[in-house]
């Protein structure tokens, strides 16, 4: 089985990239917070990778980080999740956020991934809250990305359509929110946002 490649990224998508190793080319899918991380065609690139075998297909899915393969994996090792909706949920959501949502069952901000209704969202809170609790995604997973206003998700796609990688631009939020304090306008956040990244 396939666990890591690298090589050259030949072409990429938002959610599928061929890297050439070699001179041969693989074609993997990924969800969209491994596109934010990588970098432009031609350049050099590491991914690790979970190889999924049917009957008619072997398919090849990549990512950025041990936490992100590792939460793939739980989340199709769930009834009615095939990697498809996997990679989707990943897409909607990343590990930071998705991790204190099933731990909580928060099943509101869980319905908002494109794909997941709310029997597929019981399914992974019921399935997954014990052993998401042994994915290390860090201190900034705990607390606000679960809960987060309107105004600081507007703050986080301003960041993430100036080009910064949305996980990046999730932690400038959250120390501009702790200088910042609750009273604050949105240009006044996304100031202090980019303030911190320019750090």
Do not use: C, W
Request: aromatic share 6%; glycine share 8%; no cysteine.
């Amino acid at each position: 089985m396939i666990a890591h490649l690298s090589g050259k990224l030949f072409s990429k998508e938002p959610n599928r990239l061929v890297i050439d190793v070699n001179g041969v080319g693989y074609d993997v899918t990924i969800p969209l917070s491994t596109f934010y991380e990588i970098g432009e065609i031609g350049s050099p690139i590491q991914l690790l990778v979970h190889t999924y075998v049917r009957e008619d297909a072997i398919l090849l899915f990549g990512f950025k980080t041990p936490e992100e393969r590792q939460l793939f994996e739980q989340l199709t090792s769930v009834s009615g999740i095939g990697p498809k909706l996997g990679i989707s949920i990943l897409s909607g959501m990343s590990v930071s956020e998705l991790v204190p949502a099933i731990r909580q069952s928060n099943l509101a901000r869980l319905t908002t991934i494109p794909g997941v209704g709310k029997k597929t969202a019981e399914r992974l809170v019921v399935d997954l809250r014990d052993k998401v609790a042994r994915i290390g995604v860090g201190a900034d997973s705990q607390g606000p990305p679960a809960t987060r206003s309107a105004q600081e998700e507007d703050v986080i796609s301003a960041l993430v359509n100036l080009g910064y990688p949305k996980p990046q631009a999730e932690r400038a939020l959250q120390k501009a929110l702790t200088q910042t304090g609750e009273a604050h306008s949105f240009e006044e956040l996304l100031r202090n946002s980019l303030r911190q990244l320019a750090k």
